[in-house]
């Protein structure tokens, strides 16, 4: 049975070395095994919580996520390996930030792009009962209950995004402990927020970039 207690870092790189460094000197303490600690990083941890979950939603990889997304693009008009990179950014930075899709479509002609990509790889998904990674915060929200998860430590995280906050928040409700800590610090149960005109200048950024591709194909 999997541990009810984490350690969540950004990447898999941080989530061994943390791992690592929270195992005890074995000959120091003359035991034959120990328990370490359920250091894990952020996309392995969802990926985790989403496999307990009683769901036919199926989680694609990123290579899978990134072929869907070609087939999509080469379909268009709009033939770019450019334009897929940015449709796969647009639809992390849609996710992990909670940006509602109406607020996009007024009064911007140069993201209907996206939004025209994004619809077609939506209606695929959903059509086949995929997910990816960036929608699973989202996701979970429904399936809280099943996660029975005691407490979270988010370790050396710059800023957690509004999508993990939304989540962290509904498992604090439930009784879940959920602090960060930076390395050679304290645990503090102070979240980092980012302005949500920051997020739309640079996908609105993006889809002007993407404007002037088109134009030059």
């Given at each position: 049975m999997l541990e009810k207690s984490y350690i969540i870092t950004p990447n898999k790189r941080l989530a061994r070395h943390w791992e690592r460094s929270f195992r005890p000197n074995k000959s120091a303490t003359n035991q034959s095994a120990w328990v370490t600690k359920n250091v894990l990083s952020l996309e392995t941890w969802l990926t985790i919580c989403w496999q307990k979950c009683k769901t036919p939603k199926q989680l694609i990889s990123s290579y899978q996520e990134k072929a869907i997304w070609q087939n999509?693009?080469?379909?268009?008009?709009?033939?770019?390996?450019?334009?897929?990179?940015?449709?796969?950014?647009?639809?992390?930075?849609?996710?992990?930030?909670?940006?509602?899709i109406a607020h996009l479509q007024q009064g911007n002609e140069s993201i209907s792009l996206f939004l025209s990509l994004y619809d077609s790889f939506k209606k695929y998904c959903?059509?086949?009962?995929?997910?990816?990674?960036?929608?699973?915060?989202?996701?979970?929200?429904?399936?809280?209950?099943?996660?029975?998860?005691?407490?979270?430590?988010?370790?050396?995280?710059?800023?957690?995004?509004?999508?993990?906050?939304s989540l962290t928040k509904l498992l604090k409700s439930g009784g879940c402990k959920i602090t960060t800590m930076t390395p050679n610090e304290k645990p503090?149960?102070?979240k980092c927020?980012?302005?949500?005109?920051?997020?739309?200048?640079e996908i609105f950024a993006a889809a002007l970039w993407a404007k002037k591709l088109m134009a030059a194909n």
């Open positions: 999509i693009v080469s379909s268009s008009l709009y033939k770019n390996s450019d334009i897929t990179e940015a449709a796969i950014n647009f639809h992390r930075l849609i996710n992990e930030y909670e940006i509602e959903a059509k086949k009962n995929l997910i990816t990674i960036n929608e699973i915060p989202r996701l979970l929200r429904g399936h809280i209950e099943e996660l029975e998860i005691s407490s979270i430590t988010f370790m050396a995280f710059d800023e957690l995004t509004p999508a993990i906050q503090s149960a102070t927020y980012i302005g949500f005109d920051k997020i739309e200048e």
